[in-house]
């Protein structure tokens, strides 16, 4: 079965850096988008970032812009969320996703977690100011 396993995540100060890390195993055939995404205590699971596996094209939420790096490893079947100036509004349980394999790219832009089929645990990122 699919499994998507995240690590990376711990406390930092404001100004700080994490980066993140998502193992994929269990596909039979590739995923055509990935995403994260992060959900604070009382809001809404929101998109952070996307990338279309084919080609490596991402999409970000403006409040990461410029801040966050999504890329990934197809050999090693990992993609990674760099972090940098991080704030305090950051803070969050993150969560990498994926689309069912055979999905089209078409909706990867939307960053919108109901377009995803397939959901890690989380990793926890906090940070202080």
């Known amino acids: 079965h699919v499994q998507l396993v995240e690590s990376g995540g711990g406390s930092v100060q404001a100004g700080g850096s994490l980066r993140l890390s998502c193992s994929v195993s269990g596909y039979t055939y590739s995923t055509q988008c990935m995403g994260w995404f992060r959900q604070a205590p009382g809001k809404e699971r929101e998109g952070v970032a996307t990338i279309r596996t084919g080609g490596g094209i991402t999409r970000y939420a403006d409040s990461v812009k410029g801040r966050f790096t999504m890329s990934q490893d197809n050999a090693e079947n990992v993609v990674y969320l760099e972090m940098n100036s991080l704030k305090t509004e950051d803070t969050a349980m993150y969560y990498c996703?994926?689309?069912?394999?055979?999905?089209?790219?078409?909706?990867?832009?939307?960053?919108?977690?109901?377009?995803?089929?397939?959901w890690g645990q989380g990793t926890q990122v906090t940070v202080s100011s």
């Open positions: 996703a994926a689309f069912r394999p055979g999905i089209s790219w078409l909706g990867c832009g939307r960053l919108a977690p109901a377009e995803f089929d397939y």
